[in-house]
């Protein structure tokens, strides 16, 4: 009888699962020649059992015990990026936490420096990847404040779909609550969507926070703030993330 085979499973996966980065990130990072596997340079969809001599920037990845899973909430200011580091030295959204946190987390999608609300970190790269992909469906809600009023026809355009310089910007809903302020929730996440659309109406954004991430919300969370999501937070991303993965495969 022969003995049963090793099982298998994709370096940028496994990565992920250590808490390393996404799995994104951690196929980037093996595409950028960073990670070699037994003295190798480690190469797109590779398999491994989980024996083999990792390293990543010449550092070897020893794992000991498995990682602690962090999810954290953080309500990011204006002017701070979402990157994990900036070559200009400007402020980054990681730096409010970092300092508070041994392990390495990473942002869960981004707002852009300018834009202010939840921000989600996380070491789970499997639920990160989850959430993170195009197929997620998971909604994100934001509150505008634009510098001169909204027209009639903002919200049902943005609604049915706006095309600008050839890329299709559709909300999931749109409410006007006041003449120049709005609740707009999405579920695509494109760069800079809500700003560009606010461009092609010749408005531009005097406020723009993100108010809530799928099932997560705090409206007590000051700006700069953070904290733990609660077990029944955490379970209830997981949930729709899952619920999504279902979704998808029918």
Same mark, same amino acid.
């Given at each position: 009888?022969?003995?049963?085979?090793?099982?298998?499973?994709?370096?940028?996966?496994?990565?992920?699962?250590?808490?390393?980065?996404?799995?994104?990130?951690?196929?980037?990072?093996?595409?950028?020649?960073?990670?070699?596997?037994?003295?190798?340079?480690?190469?797109?969809?590779?398999?491994?059992?989980?024996?083999?001599?990792?390293?990543?920037?010449?550092?070897? %990845? $020893?794992?000991?015990? @498995?990682? *602690?899973? +962090?999810?954290? #909430?953080?309500?990011? &200011?204006?002017?701070?990026?979402?990157? /994990?580091?900036?070559?200009?030295?400007?402020?980054?959204?990681?730096?409010?936490?970092?300092?508070?946190?041994?392990?390495?987390?990473?942002?869960?999608?981004?707002?852009?420096?300018?834009?202010?609300?939840?921000?989600?970190?996380?070491?789970?790269?499997?639920?990160?990847?989850?959430?993170?992909?195009?197929?997620?469906?998971?909604?994100?809600?934001?509150?505008?404040?634009?510098?001169?009023?909204?027209?009639?026809?903002?919200?049902?355009?943005?609604?049915?779909?706006? %095309? $600008?310089?050839?890329? @299709?910007? *559709?909300? +999931?809903?749109? #409410?006007?609550?006041? &003449?120049?302020?709005?609740?707009?929730? /999405?579920?695509?996440?494109?760069?800079?969507?809500?700003?560009?659309?606010?461009?092609?109406?010749?408005?531009?954004?005097?406020?723009?926070?993100?108010?809530?991430?799928?099932?997560?919300?705090?409206?007590?969370?000051?700006?700069?703030?953070?904290?733990?999501?609660?077990?029944?937070?955490?379970?209830?991303?997981?949930?729709?993330?899952?619920?999504?993965?279902?979704?998808?495969?029918?």
């Amino acid at each position: 009888m022969s003995e049963p085979k090793e099982k298998s499973i994709r370096l940028h996966a496994y990565l992920a699962s250590l808490g390393i980065a996404s799995r994104r990130s951690c196929e980037e990072m093996i595409r950028e020649g960073r990670v070699t596997v037994d003295g190798v340079k480690a190469s797109i969809g590779q398999k491994i059992v989980c024996n083999e001599r990792i390293e990543i920037d010449g550092e070897p %990845i $020893i794992v000991t015990q @498995r990682k *602690r899973l +962090r999810y954290i #909430l953080l309500n990011k &200011p204006k002017g701070y990026l979402s990157s /994990l580091s900036d070559p200009y030295g400007r402020p980054c959204a990681i730096d409010l936490i970092s300092g508070n946190v041994n392990e390495r987390i990473y942002n869960i999608g981004r707002l852009d420096q300018w834009s202010s609300g939840l921000l989600l970190f996380t070491n789970d790269g499997d639920l990160a990847s989850k959430l993170m992909h195009p197929s997620g469906q998971i909604e994100k809600e934001y509150r505008i404040l634009t510098d001169v009023p909204i027209p009639e026809n903002f919200a049902s355009s943005f609604m049915r779909g706006i %095309i $600008i310089d050839g890329i @299709r910007y *559709r909300a +999931r809903s749109v #409410l006007v609550t006041g &003449p120049n302020s709005a609740v707009i929730i /999405l579920i695509e996440g494109k760069n800079r969507e809500i700003r560009r659309v606010l461009e092609y109406f010749d408005l531009h954004a005097k406020l723009l926070e993100r108010i809530r991430f799928g099932p997560i919300c705090d409206p007590n969370l000051a700006p700069g703030q953070w904290r733990e999501l609660t077990e029944n937070e955490v379970q209830a991303l997981k949930a729709f993330s899952d619920l999504n993965q279902k979704s998808k495969g029918k």
